[in-house]
């Protein structure tokens, strides 16, 4: 599948879900998640053409490039970071076939650890990242049929969200809060899940 048509479905599903991540960040981050957000995807929607033609890998390489040079904050690095790690992975181990993208996922997932000093249990992306990672892998590795993978990657995304709600935050702006941010969603794990869900929607309406 191209890289391009993931990084739409995406897109579109960032800027549908706008007000309530802003709504989000403004509660216990510093309000600027969504903007950096935007403007990465937007800088990738502005590659379109140029993407359309290159291997995964190749494109891969390239997002992460320009996101580095574009994002502010502490984002930049991570969603860089993401994706050259994800390249790396897809070019030695190519892209076909449910395991070796799970492994390419979880290779990205690694480096935003690695780069964030982060884990589980932070209230960041992570607490998404992480167990959709691990039951990625779980399943392609059991060659679990695309339906049965795609529905559980979303509901692994949706529980990992969703626990960020009773968690004390230890990165970031809402690190000052201690536990004044229990109660609510993190901004980061919430655009993640959405991101995470809209290409599984995609890939399911493909199967349709």
Known sequence: MKTVLITDAVHAAV???ESEIESLDRAIGDGDHFVN????LSTLAAMREEL???APDTALQKMGMKLL???GGASGPLFASFFMAMAASIKTQGSE???????????GVESIKQRGKAGLG??????????VADTFSRKAGGNAAMPE?????????????LSTRDLVATKGRAAFLGERAIGH????????????????RMLENRKE
């Open 69 to 71: 040079s574009t994002i």
């Open 97 to 107: 076939g449910s395991a070796a993208v799970a492994a390419a996922f979880a290779a």
């Open 149 to 161: 993978l795609l529905a559980a990657i979303e509901a692994s995304a949706e529980a990992g969200m």
């Open 37 to 40: 957000l935007k403007r990465g």
């Open 52 to 54: 359309l033609p290159l």
């Open 15 to 17: 800027l549908a879900h």
């Open 185 to 200: 969603i993190d901004a980061g794990a919430k655009s993640t899940q959405v991101m995470i869900c809209a290409v599984c």
């Open 122 to 131: 932070e209230k960041t992306m992570l607490d998404v990242l992480i167990p």
